[in-house]
């Protein structure tokens, strides 16, 4: 893109050198921001057809420079001269030999192209930057939209779409500086809106957006869409905020990586309408009726958190003391659940199998050892939404609660993998009491 910015910088100098009157001994300055912004101009420049390599000095030393022809009857050149990498006393003898105007410097004028003010240069030298000048921020910005509408290279499709997004760009009264006009005027020169300039430009590459008439209203929710991903990636929990813009698992992880730039627009405005319906769905674990449902057997529940997320992972304990080898555990809801939502990969297992029934998630246990633990870790994911996600770690223990009552307000279920779980408890715990009490030991 710069290098189209370039050019066109280099094609906006020679027209206005040609638009205005240049006296032999002029001189004037072009400053940009650093030393490469200074090279990359000058590199672009000595490309022109109509530039050639200018020798500063009569003896065959020091470095070069670029020229053009202003005025081919008189012979008229403006010279181009790089102040990166000389010294100041150079510049000064540069700038007395164009006042001169002898032996090389006969009917020439001087541009210094400059990262910096240096008063050696721009005492007596008009900066084109300035009022009137070629390169003005202010002219630049008023004429953007006018030069678009000029252009010859750019199709009707992209002249829309790009003024659009000039209006949304350049629109207040912010400083600016010459470097800020580089994307669109690149863009002019190029002739054409590439994938790549739409995300230089704060937007979404859109397939579809050709098949509008009125593209406004969707370039508009386009550039906010893309404001707010991009300031989601500002903070630590990016893919938690993503999921408050859009839902689908691999949208989800695409605009939370390193080139969620990449994801085309069609993809997002889906994902957006699915979070919409999805909030029109809801399920909710009915905790309070757990122990009601099984009756004929006694089971801890607890959640993990106190939060919406947190309720949605639960810690289950069911005490098998009777030593049964099958058992059945019902989970309640407020809505009807359905099989093809358990996520887990083993529905079918050897010792259980998970189902639905109604508004019940059920798991079978059968083939139990009637005195060894088992745990299974149980998945559902109503609607395939992520916030309606629940996750059921059951532990299954052959003796009663008496044994670890003291746990009851602290414990942790963690299935690690087929028969393998821990009971977890807090490390900052003062007291812990185990067993029923018939013998005691501190």
Known sequence: MLREYYKFLGNRLIDWSQT???????????????????????????????????????????????AFDIDTDSHMQLVVVSTVEVTPDYLVNLRNRIGQQQGVWENTALLFVSNKVLDSINSGAKDIGRQGGPFNTGALKR????????????????????????????????ELTLMDFADVYGIIEKGELSDSDYIQMGYFQDQD?????????????????????SL???????????????DGEKLISDLSGNNWQSVNYKQIL???????????????????????????????????????AGQRTRYIIVFNDKHQNKLTVKFPFDATVQDKWITQSKINHKHYTVGTHKNQLVVDFSDLKTNEPESV????????????????????????????????PYYRVKVKGEKKANLEIPSDMDELILGSGIQSKN
């Not at 009157?21 to 000058?42: H, K, S």
């Not at 050709?210 to 991903?229: G, M, P, Q, W």
């Not at 149980?378 to 003291?406: A, E, W």
């Open 270 to 308: 889906a994902g957006k309408e699915r979070l919409k319906q999805n909030k029109k769905i809801s399920l909710v674990y009915d905790a309070e009726i757990m122990q009601g449902i099984n009756e004929d057997m006694l089971i801890w529940d607890r959640p993990k958190g106190t939060s919406k």
């Open 377 to 408: 870790k149980v998945r559902y994911r109503h609607h395939d939404i992520g916030s309606l996600g629940f996750t059921f770690n059951i532990l299954i223990l052959p003796f009663t609660d008496n044994k670890i009552l003291g746990l009851r």
């Open 20 to 66: 205005i009157t240049i006296q032999a001994g002029d001189r004037y300055v072009l400053n940009f921001e650093n030393d490469d912004q200074v090279r990359q101009f000058m590199s672009v420049l000595s490309e022109f057809n109509d530039i050639h390599n200018f020798q500063l000095m009569d003896e065959q030393s020091g470095p070069n420079a670029l």
């Open 209 to 229: 957006l050709s098949t509008y008439s009125s593209k406004e209203e969707r370039l508009a929710e386009n550039h906010a869409d893309y404001v707010n991903i």
């Open 232 to 246: 989601a990636h500002g903070f630590g929990d990016v893919r938690s905020r993503i999921t408050k813009i859009v």
């Open 143 to 174: 004429n953007v939209q006018a030069t678009v509408d000029k252009s010859e290279k750019l199709s009707k499709d992209d002249k829309d779409v790009l003024k659009f997004m000039v209006k949304t760009i350049y629109d207040g009264e912010q």
